[in-house]
């Protein structure tokens, strides 16, 4: 027969399952008699014993509740009693500055920068040999484009402004910067000045850029003579000028025939630049007073300008 515990066949009825072990005998016997037991209740041979419940008593109430009600009450009557009857006291600090002092630090602290409208001003000192800066921006975090000028006293030479100029304007810290004038003073008290605005140095032709390189017009001031020279155009034109001065006559001469020059060029919409040349011993109020009565030819023909340099020249 089959064990009915594990399901094998053990091909006979008596004995134990060759599997599991498990008698075969009581497998045989109806399943009447093999649930039979399952209808007595067990009995353990203990008595039932029955439980007595537990005695109950009153517990007492506490009055923590009422307390903290009464301490909250008699705090409230002490604070509104205290806030009656009291004036509430106030610090007043002691003013360290008076009322001008006071106006004072609500102004700028450079004006100049704001009276010649640039960010950032290289004053010059009287030698020329030192040029502090003038700003109300943090020079440590100059934000693009923003502008920088130059200023000094008209009767320092024009050697050491152009050579700082050219120092700042082409260092590595201010290719950010946007050249804006080259300032000077006009008279002792440094209340009046002449400016002429400046051009950012023209970068070097490269293969791989794709910027318009300007037409480069240089005029040439001496006492003798005036010269324009635009090099690419192997054009060179030379004027007698009468002495280190302003003459406009010439100038309009030199400047048509350079007008005439680019003209019968295809410059495809190129920008001219001016380069104002000056001689070494010039000043630098004499280059800005130049500079002033050019700019106003040259702007009206659409020519940028300026760079300016000093040259030595032999006459």
Known sequence: MRCRNCGHDNGRN????????FRLEPQTEPMKDQREALRKPLDDGKPVQ?????????????????????I?????????????????????????????EAIAEEIPLDSL???????IVYVFNSEGTSASPRTNVDLALIPEGTTVSFMGSSSMSIQPVVNFMQQKINSSDFRALAPDSLYAWVDSTETEYTAVSILKP????????????????????TSEWLRCIIEEYN??????????????????????????VIERRNTDGRPVYVTLLFPSESTLGEAISIAESASYFTDSLGYQGFHIKWVNVTD
Do not use: W
């Open 72 to 100: 909250f009450l008699i705090g409230a009557a002490i604070a509104v009693f205290i806030v009656t009857n009291f004036e509430r006291s106030e610090y007043e600090p002691e003013l360290r500055y008076s009322g001008i």
């Open 50 to 70: 029955h439980a007595e419940p537990p005695e109950l008593t009153p517990q007492k109430r506490g009055n923590a509740g009422l307390l903290g009600l009464l």
């Open 202 to 221: 023209v970068p070097s032709p490269d293969v791989d850029s794709i910027a318009v390189q300007p037409v480069d017009m240089k005029l040439l001031f």
């Open 235 to 260: 054009s060179d034109i030379i004027e007698p000028s009468g002495g280190y001065e302003f003459n406009e006559r010439a100038f309009i001469r030199v400047i048509d025939q350079a007008q005439r």
């Open 14 to 21: 008596s004995g134990k399952c060759d599997n599991c072990g």
């Open 113 to 119: 920068p704001i009276r010649l409208g640039t960010d």
